[in-house]
């Protein structure tokens, strides 16, 4: 009878690929050379990929690396924790909190409207002194190891929503910056303040960014938002924002 380490490639491919990747890298690749070998094949990487919904066919020329790839589709999740207010303001710093403060109010809000995502309930709101508030990402708590930032240098997509009320003016700010072990600022998104004019349509906008190619020794990420009302009315009728996310996403190659 055959062991294990006889099986054809193309077989030892199948079996392996059903293993959970920490296991394949911290224990399988360490038990024979051949084994290392497979591990390392770019067809084992590619069919986790097509078992885990990763796999796109129009990806086949422009994905460089598959274990990276794999690695990066598996630890995709939004990094800003409770984005929607949900859990009051847990996990969030508040740098400035002014006037009559920070609150949650629940959507549409009062002269207001809904957010495009049915899934978003809440939203935080500024008053009529600076309300800003922050979040720290470190990237290696949250499975993203230090070669693996360096370099690949996977895309960080930031997107965060915003709106006035219909009877308020008010200003949105963003502050997003890319952080080195020593909190050196290594890359900054930073636009012009939005100033909305009083009698606005109350839409909820969309902020985005994507860093690419910055440098080497990104360790964490600081995301802040917020801004305040532009009439100083007493209450809370400055901006609002929600649904804030941070995502780290495979780069492919056009």
């Known amino acids: ?9 193309d077989v030892l491919v199948e079996l392996l690929s059903l293993l959970p990747a920490r296991d394949l890298i911290h224990g399988c690749r360490l038990v024979c050379s051949q084994w290392r070998y497979v591990v ?7 069919r986790k990929c097509q078992r885990e919904g990763f796999y796109v066919q129009a990806l086949d020329r422009s ?5 990276v790839f794999y690695m990066l589709c598996y630890l995709k999740r939004n990094l800003i924790k409770n984005p929607r207010a949900e859990e009051s303001f847990k996990h ?52 993203y190891w230090n070669e693996l930032m360096d370099e690949k240098r996977p895309e960080i997509i930031v997107k965060d929503w915003y ?25 900054e998104f930073h636009p012009e303040p939005v100033v909305i004019e009083q009698w606005s349509d109350a839409m909820w906008r969309e902020m985005s960014h ?8 990104v360790r964490y990420i600081w995301f802040q938002h917020g801004g305040q009302d532009t009439q100083f009315w007493a209450g809370w ?18």
């Open 1 to 9: 009878m055959a062991t294990i380490c006889e099986l054809p490639e």
């Open 40 to 46: 390392d094949l770019t067809t084992l990487w590619k």
């Open 63 to 67: 994905v460089s690396d598959w274990k």
């Open 92 to 143: 969030w710093k508040l740098d400035k909190n002014e006037g009559d403060r920070w609150k949650i109010e629940d959507l549409p809000g009062p002269l207001g409207r809904d957010v495009p995502d049915p899934e978003v309930h809440k939203y935080f709101v500024t008053s009529f002194g600076p309300c800003f508030k922050s979040q720290l990402i470190t990237l290696k708590k949250e499975g």
């Open 163 to 187: 709106a006035a009320r219909f009877d308020c003016g008010c200003r949105y700010e963003l502050t997003v910056r890319l952080l080195s072990e020593d909190y050196i600022v290594l890359a």
């Open 210 to 217: 994507t860093f690419n190619n910055y440098p080497a020794g």
């Open 237 to 254: 009728y400055g901006i609002r924002v929600t649904n804030s996310s941070i995502t780290i996403g495979p780069q492919t190659s056009s």
